[in-house]
């Protein structure tokens, strides 16, 4: 492993669109890695400014917390930019299929499933609420979850629109984050990060 594994971020501009509606959002792309490789953790927007970001480090994978559009929509540029699979959870393949109609991810996402890069594992947590599909990874050797809009800095993600379910949405966290040590430090998809103790109040009951 060269230079300390670590996880850095990726702002990236661009919209979301669903259920007829479209919104302007800066959503935070992640490299987990090391000096020499990394994984991406949702390709949001600008495939070549991510690619920038890697720096000509080895790409192991191009992981999709879940599908909406604004979490996808360079997914598909930039593995060919970088030769990396891309990875998401069957339950959001219909989501994908929306804005890639033409290409399938390489790759499923599975609960439990570990993802190894520069040395240290990612356990992918299926946390389903904010789309069916939704995914989490959590890096323990990092002290860190990313959890792409399940839970923000201020609690739960939105949910409301297609393929999403509040009830399952809260489940999910209180059953798989908030069960992590508090100190761990969430990366979200949009926003600043968080710790686990910080969201423990903002999640409702079920």
């Given at each position: ?11 990236t501009a661009g919209t979301f669109s669903l259920d007829g ?106 946390t389903p609420g904010h789309t069916w599909g939704s995914c ?71």
């Open positions: 492993m060269n230079g300390a594994a670590r996880a850095e971020r990726v702002v509606e479209t919104f302007d959002v800066d959503n935070n792309v992640w490299l987990v890695g090391d000096d020499d490789e990394v994984l991406i953790v949702d390709a949001a927007h600008d495939a070549r400014r991510v690619h920038e970001a890697v720096a000509g480090r080895y790409v192991t994978a191009i992981v999709c917390t879940h599908a909406h559009d604004d979490h996808i929509d360079a997914a598909a540029e930039l593995s060919v930019l970088t030769g990396a699979p891309v990875l998401l959870h069957p339950d959001d393949f219909e989501l994908w299929s929306h804005t890639h109609p033409g290409r399938k991810p390489d790759g499923e996402l599975s609960d439990g499933r570990v993802l190894t890069v520069a040395g240290i594992e990612l356990q992918v947590l299926h989490s990874l959590y890096a323990p050797f990092l002290n860190a979850v990313f959890t792409g809009d399940t839970l923000f800095h201020g609690g739960p993600g939105a949910t409301g629109r297609s393929y999403s379910d509040r009830p399952a949405i809260v489940a999910s966290i209180r059953n798989r984050l908030l069960t992590l040590p508090g100190d761990t430090v969430v990366h979200t998809g949009h926003g600043q990060d968080t710790t686990i103790a910080a969201e423990r109040p903002n999640v409702p009951a079920p």
